[in-house]
T-cell receptor, first 114, second 112 residues
């Protein structure tokens, strides 16, 4: 049973370009969470999704950021018109249930905006 | 507001000794807590969890203690090994939907 798979592991984008980060949850998990980690800081919650639904996006910036988890395929975190401040590690986690259960994390995508 | 914070930024420990990492939380409504270990360049790795109806939980070489009165969480690692060198985060479950609030992390350095 493969763990949470994220790709790409590293992504370099020029300012103004779009970044697409993909996350495939563990088999049997229908709950996906995206977190952002700045250097030497803890992870910050961004968004919580179930299949085809955004449940909680209270941690998402209001502009340029969007997330989806379609019926088929991985969850996508999309950042439009990237800026230097978007450079960070983005982690995806999945869990089989909504609360009070272990969330498994992927290895992350390290986004560098140049 | 919600916040989870760690008391000590760096802990140096001799190999074979026990390690204790502390964490304070402020949301008294939180009912589920997790300790994660993060090695350089990797994602957080689950270590142990505890629910608010418990005071103590033990795993393999690790023990988590929860003191709800003072909103304090600790992780004890027995017989620390070089492979335990990492950053340790406590996380608090917010809102019962697995949205986690993480502390800033505590670096543990094991001295051989």
């Amino acid at each position: 049973n493969a763990g949470v798979m994220q790709n790409p592991r590293h992504l370099v984008r020029r300012r103004g370009q779009e970044a697409r980060l993909r996350c495939s949850p563990m088999k049997g998990h229908s709950h996906v969470y995206w977190y952002r980690q700045l250097p030497e800081e803890g992870l910050k919650f961004m968004v919580y999704l179930q299949k085809e639904n955004i449940i909680d996006e209270s941690g998402m910036p209001k502009e340029r950021f969007s997330a989806e988890f379609p019926k088929e395929g991985p969850s996508i975190l999309r950042i439009q018109q990237v800026v230097r401040g978007d450079s960070a590690a983005y982690f995806c986690a999945s869990s089989p249930e909504a609360g009070g259960t272990e969330a498994f994390f992927g290895q992350g995508t390290r986004l560098t905006v140049v | 507001g919600e916040s989870v914070g760690l008391h000590l930024p760096t802990l140096s420990v001799q190999e074979g000794d026990n390690s204790i990492i502390n964490c304070a939380y402020s949301n008294s409504a939180s009912d589920y807590f997790i300790w994660y270990k993060q090695e350089s360049g990797k994602g957080p790795q689950f270590i142990i969890d505890i629910r608010s109806n418990m005071d103590k939980r033990q795993g393999q070489r690790v023990t988590v203690l929860l003191n709800k009165t003072v909103k304090h969480l600790s992780l004890q690692i027995a017989a620390t090994q070089p492979g335990d060198s990492a950053v340790y985060f406590c996380a608090e479950n917010i809102g019962g939907n697995n949205r986690l609030a993480f502390g800033k992390g505590n670096q543990v350095v094991v001295i051989p």
